[in-house]
């Protein structure tokens, strides 16, 4: 809506596989190869055999797969590229602490409500609006029996209840079952995808990337949280001119979800410079029907 409010485009937002419902053969295939074609089939499924210009925007891992899907010859419609708060350096560096920080997190949950507020108060994203969309596709529902951990057993169909406003003081995290006087079954969140065991993938998704994005013959636009990020081929790619770069408000590392209206504003005038949209006007027809 932010992005459709300010120039003429279409936005195709794709949950990546082991994300979202998305169901798929070899769920836990999260190699780049694998995810870069996830995005070409998805492209071709919705626009065919011959796409309609594309810019690929993808935040942290996501944005890693878009500089590999423009890269290659997947994706010979692509005019331009996005990446938000993606930068080899420093990722390389967080994945050393990775597995720490997915143990330190809480394995399920009570409630949605309990996921949600977990992800604002431990600071995952700050904007408690963009929490109550995104949590929802990470998080799955399932059943534990009296004395069982809370871990998935069986995936059922979450009943998300909105617009609780108000956070909870009591416990949301359900690491350890609960003790009961009812044999009856009681439902906990839990992750969706278990992260630890994709370990194997992580190198992949980095390694390279910084310049395999400067390399990428289009347009390109990287979006950071903060300058310190930057690394070294990126610092000396900046300084050549071969990318636009914008440093955001002060926000983490969920820049989209922390302050979408920036983000939007970022995207838009990348887009209305390069020419591959028109500014939003109700009476103003756009040149660029394949973007409506």
């Given at each position: 809506?932010?992005?459709?409010s300010?120039?003429?485009?279409?936005?195709?937002a794709?949950?990546?596989?082991?994300?979202?419902a998305?169901?798929?053969r070899?769920?836990?295939?999260l190699?780049?190869?694998?995810?870069?074609?996830?995005?070409?089939?998805?492209?071709?499924?919705?626009?065919?055999e011959?796409?309609?210009?594309?810019i690929l925007?993808?935040?942290?891992?996501?944005?890693?797969?878009?500089?590999?899907?423009?890269?290659?010859?997947?994706q010979?419609?692509?005019?331009?590229?996005?990446?938000?708060?993606?930068?080899?350096g420093?990722a390389?560096?967080?994945?050393?602490?990775?597995?720490?920080?997915?143990?330190?997190?809480?394995?399920?949950?009570?409630?949605?409500?309990?996921?949600i507020?977990?992800?604002?108060?431990?600071?995952?994203?700050r904007?408690?609006?963009?929490a109550?969309?995104?949590m929802?596709?990470?998080?799955r529902?399932?059943?534990?029996?009296?004395?069982?951990?809370?871990?998935?057993?069986?995936?059922?169909?979450?009943?998300?209840?909105?617009?609780h406003?108000?956070?909870?003081?009591?416990?949301y995290?359900?690491?350890?079952?609960?003790?009961?006087?009812?044999?009856?079954?009681?439902?906990?969140?839990s992750?969706r995808?278990?992260?630890?065991?994709?370990?194997?993938?992580?190198?992949g998704?980095?390694?390279?990337?910084?310049?395999?994005?400067?390399?990428?013959?289009?347009?390109?636009?990287?979006?950071?949280a903060?300058i310190d990020?930057l690394?070294?081929?990126?610092t000396?790619?900046?300084?050549?001119?071969?990318?636009?770069?914008?440093?955001?408000?002060?926000?983490?590392?969920?820049?989209?979800?922390?302050?979408?209206d920036?983000?939007?504003d970022a995207?838009?005038s990348?887009?209305?410079?390069?020419k591959?949209?028109?500014?939003?006007?109700?009476?103003?027809?756009?040149s660029?029907?394949?973007?409506?």
């Amino acid at each position: 809506a932010a992005m459709t409010s300010r120039v003429t485009c279409r936005v195709l937002a794709m949950d990546l596989r082991g994300h979202g419902a998305t169901q798929v053969r070899h769920a836990d295939d999260l190699s780049t190869q694998t995810m870069s074609r996830d995005v070409a089939n998805v492209v071709r499924a919705t626009y065919g055999e011959i796409p309609p210009p594309i810019i690929l925007v993808g935040h942290s891992m996501g944005g890693a797969i878009a500089v590999h899907a423009a890269s290659g010859a997947l994706q010979p419609s692509v005019v331009g590229l996005v990446a938000i708060d993606v930068v080899e350096g420093s990722a390389m560096d967080v994945l050393h602490s990775m597995q720490n920080f997915l143990r330190g997190r809480p394995k399920s949950f009570k409630s949605i409500d309990h996921a949600i507020e977990w992800s604002v108060k431990s600071g995952q994203i700050r904007n408690l609006e963009s929490a109550k969309v995104s949590m929802v596709g990470q998080v799955r529902r399932c059943e534990v029996e009296e004395g069982e951990s809370a871990e998935p057993v069986s995936p059922v169909t979450e009943s998300v209840a909105e617009g609780h406003e108000e956070f909870y003081d009591l416990n949301y995290v359900t690491d350890k079952a609960e003790s009961s006087t009812s044999a009856e079954p009681c439902s906990v969140y839990s992750w969706r995808i278990d992260l630890s065991k994709a370990e194997k993938y992580w190198d992949g998704w980095f390694r390279g990337i910084s310049n395999l994005f400067l390399s990428c013959n289009v347009p390109k636009l990287l979006l950071l949280a903060g300058i310190d990020r930057l690394d070294r081929d990126l610092t000396i790619g900046q300084m050549q001119g071969k990318f636009m770069m914008q440093v955001l408000p002060p926000c983490g590392h969920a820049v989209h979800e922390d302050i979408p209206d920036k983000v939007a504003d970022a995207l838009a005038s990348f887009m209305i410079r390069h020419k591959f949209a028109e500014t939003r006007s109700e009476t103003k027809s756009s040149s660029y029907p394949f973007m409506r």
